[in-house]
């Protein structure tokens, strides 16, 4: 109880204590943010602590190169997008104390969320009802989940179901984009390149230091009650495929022997590519389905991963970079990294090894 109660305390402190303020909808930081029905379990909907907004997301942050970086360190997780020829990194020492990072790529306006609790870290289209939005940090949970909210609306979502959970939107799913997940010395190598979000935030955070602790190591320490699934360590990380109320995990152990995993599952033929620093997956669609792809990732490689047997090269976003189909893309799934512990928590989850 000791430990919980000073990581709230160090929560409380940094999300509530800076003078900086940013463009929210509002401060109630009450359970229920507004009268509207929630499609969950109201009493499982939790005030994390410092409410509203006392975790700042970040709107439209500087970015530098990677060479430009100083905290930043090679082990370091990341999430990755790409649209077009520009990539961008947004650091998990960052997102740790923002949660929610909203930014425009090109054509792109998306929402990069990240809930330091459940590791899991999902991109969301920002265009809603026709109108570009921001969202904000909400200050609640469920399932000891992140609940952002639109500013638009101020509609409450839940992350890991990907849905609006309460308000005007209630039902509504965002556009998901897919993100990788993966270390900054291997981003760098596959995409040198990169920008990636600056620790000049305008905010004063010990950016590179957890606010958690030694949370993400360790597999009893929880800050809010949530069901643990006793068939992983609950901490571990694994790649969740959704499919309506189920999921289909995979660890970083079933890519030990092969690189490469060919699954069937919702209804489509999947192409997962792991290694010990990162797991992707594509959906075989058309005449994808019948290539024969081999594992490609190396040193000196660039971020090609792929091959097949029509001689086409694809990076780790699914793009086919050369060969007979350069400029096509693989299928993308909704996926997304997790702390196992909370897949089982919001979807009847099987693992891949079962």
């Excluded at 899991?120 to 609940?147: A, D, H, K, P």
């Amino acid at each position: 109880m000791k430990r919980i109660l000073i990581f709230l305390g160090l929560f409380a402190m940094y999300g509530c204590s800076s003078a900086e303020q940013t463009n929210s909808g509002g401060t109630d930081d009450t359970p229920t943010n507004n009268s509207s029905p929630w499609s969950i379990p109201v009493a499982e909907v939790l005030d994390g602590g410092p409410g509203k907004d006392g975790i700042p997301a970040l709107d439209n942050p500087e970015l530098i190169t990677a060479d430009q970086t100083e905290v930043l360190q090679n082990n370091d997780l990341v999430l990755a997008f790409k649209n077009g020829d520009e990539v961008r990194a947004y650091p998990h020492i960052i997102l740790d104390w923002h949660e929610i990072i909203n930014d425009n790529i090109g054509d792109v306006s998306m929402a990069v969320t990240f809930c330091p609790l459940t590791g899991t870290g999902i991109g969301w289209g920002r265009m809603l009802e026709g109108t570009e939005t921001t969202f904000g940090v909400s200050g609640l949970l469920y399932n000891t989940n992140l609940i952002p909210y639109d500013r638009q609306t101020d509609s409450n979502w839940s992350q890991i179901l990907n849905e609006s959970v309460n308000g005007t939107l209630i039902g509504r799913k965002p556009e998901l984009y897919q993100l990788l997940e993966t270390n900054w010395g291997t981003l760098k190598q596959m995409f040198p390149e990169v920008r990636v979000v600056s620790t000049d935030t305008g905010f004063s955070r010990t950016y590179g230091v957890s606010p958690y602790g030694n949370y993400n190591t360790d597999h009893e320490f929880f800050l809010f009650p949530v069901d643990k699934d006793p068939r992983l360590p609950s901490k571990e990380k694994v790649l969740a495929i959704l499919n309506g109320n189920r999921a289909k995990a995979y660890q970083f152990s079933d890519f030990e022997t092969d690189n490469i995993l060919r699954d069937l599952y919702g209804g489509n033929e999947l192409l997962l590519v792991g290694n010990q620093n990162f797991i992707t997956v594509f959906a075989l669609v058309e005449d994808t389905v019948n290539l024969e792809f081999e594992y490609a990732f190396a040193a000196g490689n660039g971020a090609i991963v792929l091959t097949d047997n029509e001689g086409n090269e694809w990076n780790v976003f699914g793009e086919a970079v050369s060969g007979p189909r350069q400029g096509g893309r693989l299928g993308q799934v909704d996926a997304m990294m997790a702390q196992w512990f909370s897949i089982p928590a919001f979807y009847q989850t099987q693992l891949y090894s079962e």
